[in-house]
Antibody, heavy 124, light 110 residues
Framework: EVQLLESGGGLVQPGGSLRLSCAAS????????MSWVRQAPGKGLEWVSAITDSGGKTFYADSVRGRFTISRDNSKTTLYLQMTSLVAEDTAIYYC?????????????????WGLGTLVTVSS | QSVLTQPPSASGTPGQRVTISCSGS????????VNWYQQLPGTAPKLLIY???QRPSGVPDRFSGSKSGTSASLAISGLQSEDEADYYCAAWDDSLKGALFGGGTKLTVL
């Protein structure tokens, strides 16, 4: 069974930075696009960012573009999200998600597997 | 405010059939497939329908999806108490170059 395990969440002050990691296993990591999706407390799902299988293309929501950077290390089967200039509105559970089931060149909105999430709280 | 519009709530009694709608535009639903997710309280979302009408392995055939033009629907037949959850539609948007989620629909089984 596919496993996605997020880590790196925590409490950070406004303006601070944090790096999230997502360790993937039980599938051919370098073959699939990956995404980050977040959910603010009591709110709906919000797509944050996606990266192609090779890491050659990245995509961002307007709300995080210029502040967040998605990357991946296929040799370590790990996905990352570097977050800077954090604001209170970034407070959320951050989920790592694997694209699929279909294998496509570009990312989509089909997230076959999700991690359990990691909580990021931005507060002074 | 989400670009994909869903009703905030829906309800039904056990055994009933309920549908949840998702309305978008030509840049998202109109030009791409729609996916549906189920989120039970306190858990991560689960893919319910992909490519507008396909069920992943393990998803009961009580769940079905359809798409027409810039709108999509999720239908749940033979409603069960364990179907009580939040449901989200999602589609890629070619203009925004990103994925979009609907605002979510809270399904209550009466």
């Amino acid at each position: 069974e596919v496993q996605l395990l997020e880590s790196g969440g925590g409490l950070v002050q406004p303006g601070g930075s944090l790096r999230l990691s997502c360790a993937a296993s039980k599938f051919t990591f370098g073959t699939y696009a990956m995404s980050w999706v977040r959910q603010a407390p009591g709110k709906g799902l919000e797509w944050v960012s996606a990266i192609t299988d090779s890491g050659g293309k990245t995509f961002y929501a307007d709300s995080v573009r210029g502040r967040f950077t998605i990357s991946r290390d296929n040799s370590k089967t790990t996905l990352y999200l570097q977050m800077t200039s954090l604001v209170a509105e970034d407070t959320a559970i951050y989920y790592c998600a694997k694209d699929g089931p279909l294998l496509t060149i570009n990312p989509g909105a089909d997230f076959e597997y999700w991690g359990l999430g990691t909580l990021v709280t931005v507060s002074s | 405010q989400s670009v994909l519009t869903q009703p905030p709530s829906a309800s039904g009694t056990p055994g009933q059939r309920v549908t949840i709608s998702c309305s978008g535009s030509s840049s998202n639903i109109g030009g791409n497939t729609v996916n549906w997710y189920q989120q039970l309280p306190g858990t991560a979302p689960k893919l319910l329908i992909y490519s507008s009408n396909q069920r992943p392995s393990g998803v009961p055939d009580r769940f079905s999806g359809s798409k027409s033009g810039t709108s999509a629907s999720l239908a749940i037949s033979g409603l069960q108490s364990e179907d009580e959850a939040d449901y989200y539609c999602a589609a890629w948007d070619d203009s925004l170059k990103g994925a979009l989620f609907g605002g979510g629909t809270k399904l209550t089984v009466l």
